[in-house]
């Protein structure tokens, strides 16, 4: 598996990558509220590659998506062997950004992908897991969300931590708590920074303010 990491990319919790090698490719969800519309975006490029393709009888028709999809390629995960033939077979286009051209031609190719779900819990750019099951018409019931946490994260000791009042020093009980996934990606393009810089955040993700614009700049000023 071949990890890309950017330099506004950040790492919040112990990652194991062997629990995600089943995977072809794995990258933050992208909602459409706040940045485009990425399940078109998606079918209407793998359409032209398809037909560059055509060698292979790929259809050139994704299935229907629930509305959101996933592939940021800033932090990503891929498997080399996947990756290799979807370069061989389709190459590149270079009129295109790489990330939707790998999310386009995996689906394309059928790989194994992970659900949006299951990439919120890798990354989040522009949108938490809480806020993409509760938008999305997830059908998801809480066991099935327990079982994917532990199967992707070993455990669900931290996901039940990260919800629990006495976690944190918070006397308000209608605080609202997150998922706070393995990683971000300029999550400050996207979300309030209140929900960036709270005791949440600095307790689960502690090194992010080191990362965030907004967070470094308080912190210049705060030791000048």
């Not at 790489?98 to 992908?113: H, M, T, V, W």
């Not at 897991?129 to 532990?150: A, G, H, K, Q, Y």
Request: hydrophobic share 35%; with cysteine.
């Amino acid at each position: 598996m071949i990890l890309i990491v950017q330099d506004d990319t950040i790492l919040c919790h112990f990652f194991d990558i062997s629990l995600w090698n089943g995977f072809a490719y794995v990258g933050a969800p992208w909602d459409p509220a706040k940045s485009f519309d990425a399940c078109d975006a998606i079918r209407g490029h793998w359409r032209s590659y398809a037909e560059r393709c055509s060698s292979l009888q790929l259809d050139a028709e994704l299935p229907e998506s629930p509305g959101i999809c996933f592939g940021n390629g800033g932090l990503s995960l891929r498997n080399k062997r996947w990756t290799i033939q979807v370069l061989e077979e389709c190459p590149f286009p270079w009129d295109t950004n790489e990330d939707i051209y790998f999310s386009a031609s995996f689906n394309g190719f059928r790989a194994p992908l992970p659900t949006s779900f299951e990439a919120s819990l890798f990354s989040a750019e522009t949108i938490f897991p809480d806020d993409l099951l509760r938008n999305f018409n997830s059908t998801l019931s809480p066991f099935e969300i327990d079982e994917t946490i532990r199967r992707l994260g070993g455990s669900t000791d931290i996901y039940e931590r990260m919800h629990r009042n006495d976690t944190y020093s918070v006397t308000d009980s209608n605080q609202t708590f997150r998922t706070i996934p393995l990683f971000f990606h300029k999550a400050w393009e996207h979300h309030d920074p209140d929900i960036l810089s709270s005791e949440q955040m600095k307790r689960e993700c502690k090194f992010y303010q080191y990362i965030d614009p907004n967070q470094i700049e308080k912190l210049l000023t705060s030791v000048k």
